[in-house]
């Protein structure tokens, strides 16, 4: 374990936190190169944990950090990094930073940057480059990092001098922040940050060009709201703007005082509880039966930062047919991208979400009728899907691991705060179908990008992002888990309290249900036979490995291993005939979901 | 069914009637229709940096919109390029084109510009010079230039819209053309128009510190 890396807010047992005298003293120190003032642009950040990899061309950073106050996670892998930095963005709220150096380094974050920039996670990625009089010379591990970056970050810098490399970070760091969030870079060539330089970054502020909208245009909202309550059948669709945006309580208060039913896309679960009787949970390919009934037969819909994702809505010919849709987003780019909106309203989640929650009240005053009462038969409808639909599983004692039976087990024995993690594949919808989550940023995936190996590194990262008395799982799948289980390591040096459970059917599972669904079952490249023994692995690293096998088991199991206090594995053994429905077949209707294979 | 979730099946559940265009747009069945492609030119005015091309170029190609040609050149300010785009595609890409420029940070300002915009380009090519007289007739017809003249060949250069390149071009064709080389669309609002909002705005800034 190396001493002054663990962040005190994370729990562990017997680590020093940084001393205040020496912590202060670092942070005045003067400034007198560009890495030191890249430190100090990350010292006025209200982050203490960056995520990174050293090497050659980031080295002066790294050694301004020395002296630094903050923490250091040093992870596996840049992948590991971004992914780490990404979930703690996920989790806190704030940007999450990870460093890497030039070349392999900086390529090894693309997959993170690319993960980041499809869900809009706040991220700041700092690469070292090589010294810009060598730029262009195909010099020893040199990649055109901002050519490369280009399509997946918010925006990126090639860092010029060494007066103003700090005041660029910082800009960075609020860029990745403002309006719609998303990952930015800055490369930092190694003659910028060795340079001299007594400039003090300023602090943080977005370029004059940057002027995402706060509140919608108030006629508009009108309009807007009058739909809504003139509809018979109106449904609120929120997606991951409405977390990120910080409108869960503006959410919540406006769809219960008007009774609507809310439907979340995938990154937004969380933002309303799914134990609530107006929620639908989930819609789209793997949605809920009764969230894809619901979007389907709307005559109204009001989405809320989201942008209508081709996994959200099937088809787009099919797509909430008859509804009118009102579209509020921050950035006008996503309006009428995908799916035209009838009733576009730019501005932040929160304030919009208000300012449609006032409207509706003039609304109401004026039509009696309107509202309240006379969602009542549509709300009863959509409950009634919820009895047609239920998400439920067949499961007899003598049956193999039923994956849906762990996931529910786990979320029985933990808390509502607990943060949930995953891979990508069938394990992650199965953790998003039968995981109650009731809190928004407990829920930690990759969305848009579909990044299988994101289960681990991220819930390090959310690790570090979480209170103390938080618990941290991930469920990832043995393919998932494969791609980046060296961050185990990771795990382990600093004894972070997280619990994976490898719902394991040694396949990438969800490629073998497709294939099985749409090429006639022949499973080219998707059976793993040959994944480790996980949970002798798991001890290889220093970590605790656990087995999980019959229904009888799990409880005890899933016990055993979250009141471990460091990081376990449980491998758990599950029935490989099972899949995942319901499910919209690409470009399909929501409506017309299947329940098993044979419907397809 | 024993296996899986339960529930009636799809063809038993209720099916919505409405529908929407490959757009996303709700089909009014009174009148079903869907945007054509129709070709106009954007401008967006950016920030003189190195790296901005590379990023509007780069966004360009990645979202695969049907750019017909792109020029680009500093403006009275140093500090701003004007970027001008052609582009042909339906109503609803061509709204996104013009947000999703607006959404790059280095972009300060983007507008379509209207059917009245003054809209030039540049041809220079290069012809077989056997006739020399009747090149040069050509040439006065359509108010060009010639650079170059030599035994075996002629250079001109023709300015004008985009038809009127394409006409000189077609008349040119007679004497063999050789090579040519074509800027693409550079534009202007017409009259007392501001082809961007953030030029009046700055233009009316540095009038009042005059």
Not at chain 1, 83 to 111: K, R
Not at chain 1, 302 to 323: N, S, W, Y
Not at chain 1, 361 to 374: L, P, Q, S, V
Not at chain 1, 376 to 390: G, I, K, N, S
Request: proline share 6%; glycine share 10%; charged share 25%.
């Amino acid at each position: 374990m190396s001493e002054g890396q663990q962040p005190p807010r994370t729990g562990e047992p017997e680590r020093a936190e940084p001393e205040t005298a020496e912590a202060t003293e670092a942070s005045e120190r003067p400034v007198t190169s560009g890495a030191e003032s890249v430190a100090r642009a990350l010292e006025r950040t209200d982050v203490e944990t960056l995520f990174g990899v050293q090497g050659g061309a980031i080295m002066p950073v790294y050694d301004a950090l020395y002296d630094s106050p903050l923490d250091h996670v040093t992870m596996a892998h840049e992948q590991g990094a971004a992914h780490a930095a990404d979930a703690f963005g996920i989790v806190s709220g704030e940007p999450g930073i990870c460093l890497a150096t030039s070349g392999p380094g900086a390529t090894n974050l693309v997959t993170g940057l690319a993960d980041a920039s499809m869900d809009s996670d706040p991220l700041v990625a700092l690469t070292g480059q090589v010294p810009s009089t060598m730029v262009g010379t195909d010099a020893f591990q040199e990649t055109d990092t901002t050519g490369v970056t280009n399509p997946v970050t918010k925006e990126n810098y090639f860092a010029g001098d060494a007066d103003s490399v700090g005041d660029t970070v910082g800009e960075a760091f609020a860029l990745a922040d403002a309006g719609r969030q998303g990952p930015t870079l800055v490369d930092l060539p190694k003659d910028i940050t060795t340079g001299s330089t007594d400039s003090e970054p300023a602090a943080g502020t977005t370029p004059e060009t940057y002027d995402p909208p706060e509140r919608a245009d108030s006629e508009a909202v009108e309009t807007a709201a009058g739909v809504l309550a003139r509809a018979d059948k109106p449904v609120i669709l929120a997606g991951g703007g409405v977390i990120k945006g910080e409108a869960c309580a503006e959410l919540r208060e406006f769809a219960t005082e008007y009774g609507i039913p809310v439907v979340t896309t995938m990154p937004a679960v969380g933002a309303f509880p799914e134990d609530h009787e107006l929620a639908m949970e989930m819609a789209g390919m793997h949605g809920t039966g009764y969230a894809n009934m619901a979007i389907t037969h709307c005559d109204a819909m009001f989405a809320v930062g989201t942008r209508f994702d081709d996994r959200l809505t099937g088809g787009v010919e099919t797509f909430a047919p008859e509804a009118e849709i009102i579209h509020a987003d921050i950035d006008a780019a996503e309006i009428s991208k995908n799916v035209a909106a009838d009733y576009p309203l730019l501005g932040e989640a929160s304030v919009v979400i208000e300012q449609v929650h006032g409207a509706m009240a003039d609304e109401r005053a004026a039509d009696m009728a309107a509202t309240g009462e006379r969602f009542q038969e549509w709300v009863e409808q959509c409950q009634q899907w919820q009895t047609d639909y239920p998400m439920d599983y067949p499961m007899d004692e003598d049956d193999p691991l039923k994956p849906q039976f762990v996931v529910e087990t786990v979320d029985t024995a933990t808390d509502d705060d607990t943060i949930v993690t995953t891979g990508v594949g069938q394990h992650q919808m199965w953790a998003v179908q039968y995981w109650t989550y009731t809190e928004p940023r407990t829920w930690v995936s990759s969305h848009g990008l579909g990044t299988m190996g994101y289960g681990l590194p991220s819930a390090i990262g959310a690790r570090f992002a979480a209170d103390d008395d938080q618990s941290v799982v991930c469920f990832d799948g043995d393919g998932s888990f494969l791609m980046t289980l060296q961050e185990l390591a990771v795990a382990v040096r600093e004894n972070l309290d997280i619990t994976v459970f490898i719902l394991n059917n040694e396949a990438v599972g969800m490629v073998r249900q497709w294939q099985d669904s749409f090429h006639g079952g022949r499973r080219m490249a998707s059976e793993y036979p040959w994944v480790p023994d996980f949970a002798a692995l798991a001890e290889a690293f220093g970590a605790r490995g656990f087995r999980m096998e019959g229904h009888d088991e799990v409880a005890d199991v899933i016990e055993d291993a979250l009141a471990y206090d460091g990081p376990s594995v449980v491998d758990a053994f599950i029935d490989p005939t099972e899949d995942v429905y319901p499910m919209v077949p690409s470009g399909g209707a929501n409506g017309q979901f299947v329940l098993a294979e044979e419907q397809l | 069914m024993t296996e899986g979730l339960q529930g009636p099946a799809p063809e038993e559940r209720p099916q919505p009637s409405g529908r929407r265009n490959a757009q996303g747009i709700r089909i009014d069945p009174e009148m079903e229709a869907v945007h054509d492609p129709r070709r106009t030119a954007l401008s967006a005015l950016v920030q003189n940096e190195p790296g901005v091309l590379a990023k509007i170029s780069g966004l360009v190609s990645r979202r695969q919109f049907n750019i017909e040609s792109l020029t680009v050149g500093t403006t009275t300010n140093p500090e701003t390029s004007r970027v001008t785009l052609v582009i042909e595609e339906p109503e609803p890409g061509i709204r996104q084109v013009e947000k999703q420029l607006e959404k790059l940070v280095n972009v300060i300002s983007v507008r379509e510009l209207g059917d009245d915009a003054i809209r030039r380009e540049l041809v220079v090519l290069k012809v077989h010079g056997e006739e020399p007289d009747k090149v040069n007739a050509i040439t006065d017809m359509y108010g060009g230039e010639t650079l170059d003249a030599g035994p075996r060949t002629i250079t001109v250069q023709i300015t004008g819209d985009e038809q009127k390149i394409d006409d000189a071009i077609d008349a040119f064709r007679q004497f063999g053309i050789r090579e040519l080389a074509r800027t693409g669309q550079t534009a202007l609002a017409r009259g007392e128009e501001w082809t961007t909002h953030a030029e009046e705005e700055r233009y009316e800034r540095t009038q009042v510190r005059q």
